[in-house]
């Protein structure tokens, strides 16, 4: 299985901080990296896929960067509606395997 | 506008089947190029994927839980359903369906369930 390791799994910011969060593969996953955002009791929701392309519907504060086995994924502006779990995933291949979250709280 | 909701018993017995149905809504289950899988999260912990069934019926499952899992799809229901053989307290967790898109290549869970949570105890 390819191991996704996210740094670092918590962090507190202030509204309108940049917000950058690292992903790693364990092996190289060209560009297969998802990145969803997840709230307590809400479903997960997908934020980037293919490592840099913007969900419809998802602010463009948001952006994603890398290929191989590192990634990023960067907040430009924190809002307060983005603090949340943000999972990393590959879909690179089976089985799909997700980061272990980085919990972005409020300072 | 696609959605889809998890239904099924909150209350497992150790060594029992776990069931759970997703009801799926705005859409057809039998739309090409879906895939409609399950992904679950133990208390406190991260996400695992399980599995997921392709809109032609190939299923693709996690291999830590392969001897024990089966994804179907029932197309008349607009449903697909999650059954998980033999289980213990270590397959408490929040279990959530999602439909999987193709984007240009690279596949991402684009819609997900709320997510319901299931406890195995006697």
């Known amino acids: 299985d390819i191991q996704m390791t996210q740094s670092p799994s918590s962090l507190s910011a202030s509204v309108g901080d940049r917000v950058t969060i690292t992903c790693r593969a364990s092996q190289s996953i060209s560009s297969y990296l998802n990145w969803y955002q997840h709230k307590p009791g809400k479903a997960p929701k997908l934020v980037i896929y293919?490592?840099?392309s913007l969900q419809s519907g998802v602010p463009s504060r948001f952006s994603g960067r890398g290929s191989g086995t590192d990634f990023t994924l960067t907040i430009s502006s924190l809002q307060p509606e983005d603090f949340a779990t943000y999972y990393c995933?590959?879909?690179?291949?089976?089985?799909?395997?997700f980061g272990q979250g980085t919990n972005v709280e409020i300072k | 506008q696609v959605q889809l909701q998890e239904s099924g018993p909150g209350l497992v017995k150790p060594s029992q089947t776990l069931s759970l149905t997703c009801t799926v809504s705005g859409g057809s289950i039998n739309s090409a190029g879906y895939y409609w899988g399950w992904v679950r999260q133990h208390p406190g912990k991260g996400l695992d994927w399980i599995g997921y069934?392709?809109?032609?019926?190939?299923?693709y499952y996690n291999p830590s839980l392969k001897s024990r899992v089966t994804i179907s799809l029932h197309t008349s229901k607009n449903q697909f359903s999650l059954n998980l053989d033999s289980v213990t307290a270590a397959d408490t967790a929040v279990y959530y369906c999602?439909?999987?898109?193709?984007?240009?290549?690279?596949?991402?869970?684009?819609?997900w369930g709320q997510g319901t949570m299931v406890t195995v105890s006697s």
């Open positions: 069934i392709y809109y032609s019926g190939s299923t």
């Open positions: 995933q590959q879909s690179y291949s089976i089985p799909w395997t």
């Open positions: 293919g490592a840099s």
């Open positions: 999602a439909r999987a898109s193709d984007y240009g290549g690279h596949d991402a869970f684009d819609i």
